[in-house]
């Protein structure tokens, strides 16, 4: 059986003095969409902070096989995981373009005209190519914060909070493209979710957070389907 390509065992993190990760252990397969729930303050985000090496932390983590344990968010970065926060963070005054090239920052040698190959996915985008990113609607920015991250060919994507404040029209079409990159280049997924309904669609695998514990794990499928433990973790 092949090793995760991403693993995390007994990681706890804290800002300051206050602890928001109780050993947290998971696991993302190759090519795998892995799902992280719980309720507010539960220490999903903290978990991405965690992988992505801007949070204080202990424990291990692991990518392809080596170790994280001290990287900083540039390696990381290299190493081939990209992270999407919530809220964005794309630059309002550049355009779709230059917030595009700025995504390749990772990547040694040329990658002039790529942000076309990009582009092709979310065609909404492709239309406002030379606008400034501050003109764009939020799905919009959600969109380009997204295929700013796919400039950097990361082998893992961690996505915070996709689906925050947008439409369902454009909540659909951003798992959509989702979808499609996973099926199509087996692009690995680690998706924080607040909507545990459609998160549970889009992953094969479930990781429930309680008070920065791991609660619940197993196929997205079975949790999908238990009332009682959606009743008591995911509040629906």
Same mark, same amino acid.
């Given at each position: 059986?092949?090793?995760?390509?991403?693993?995390?065992?007994?990681?706890?993190?804290?800002?300051?003095?206050?602890?928001?990760?109780?050993?947290?252990?998971?696991?993302?397969?190759?090519? $795998?969409?892995?799902?992280?729930?719980?309720?507010?303050?539960?220490?999903? =985000?903290? @978990?991405?902070?965690?992988?992505?090496?801007?949070?204080? %932390? =202990?424990?291990?983590?692991?990518?392809?096989?080596?170790?994280? $344990?001290?990287?900083?968010?540039?390696?990381?970065?290299?190493?081939?995981?990209?992270?999407?926060?919530?809220?964005?963070?794309?630059?309002?005054?550049? @355009?779709?373009?230059?917030?595009?090239?700025?995504?390749?920052? @990772?990547?040694?040698?040329?990658?002039?005209?790529?942000? $076309?190959?990009?582009?092709?996915?979310?065609?909404?985008?492709?239309?406002?190519?030379?606008?400034?990113?501050? =003109?764009?609607?939020?799905?919009?920015?959600?969109?380009?914060?997204?295929?700013?991250?796919?400039?950097? %060919?990361?082998?893992?994507?961690?996505? $915070?909070?996709?689906?925050?404040?947008?439409?369902?029209?454009?909540?659909?079409?951003?798992?959509?493209?989702?979808?499609?990159?996973?099926?199509?280049?087996?692009?690995?997924?680690?998706?924080?979710?607040?909507?545990?309904?459609?998160?549970?669609?889009?992953?094969? =695998?479930?990781?429930?957070?309680?008070?920065?514990?791991?609660?619940?794990?197993?196929?997205?499928?079975?949790?999908?389907?238990?009332?009682?433990?959606?009743?008591s973790y995911l509040g629906y």
């Amino acid at each position: 059986m092949a090793p995760p390509l991403l693993e995390l065992e007994g990681v706890e993190a804290q800002y300051g003095a206050i602890k928001a990760l109780h050993g947290v252990s998971l696991a993302v397969g190759e090519g $795998d969409v892995v799902a992280l729930l719980g309720a507010n303050g539960a220490g999903k =985000t903290t @978990t991405l902070r965690a992988v992505s090496g801007t949070v204080r %932390r =202990t424990g291990q983590i692991s990518f392809a096989g080596r170790p994280l $344990d001290r990287s900083t968010p540039e390696a990381v970065a290299r190493a081939g995981i990209a992270h999407v926060p919530e809220g964005r963070g794309t630059f309002g005054e550049l @355009t779709v373009r230059e917030n595009l090239r700025l995504g390749a920052w @990772t990547r040694r040698g040329r990658v002039r005209g790529e942000e $076309d190959s990009v582009l092709a996915r979310f065609p909404a985008l492709a239309d406002r190519a030379r606008q400034p990113a501050g =003109t764009l609607s939020g799905g919009e920015q959600q969109m380009l914060a997204l295929a700013r991250a796919l400039m950097a %060919r990361p082998r893992l994507l961690m996505l $915070d909070e996709p689906s925050l404040g947008l439409a369902p029209l454009v909540v659909a079409s951003i798992f959509t493209i989702l979808r499609g990159l996973n099926e199509e280049e087996g692009l690995a997924v680690l998706l924080v979710e607040q909507n545990a309904t459609l998160a549970l669609e889009a992953a094969s =695998t479930a990781y429930v957070l309680e008070t920065g514990r791991v609660a619940v794990q197993g196929p997205a499928g079975e949790l999908r389907a238990d009332e009682s433990l959606r009743r008591s973790y995911l509040g629906y």
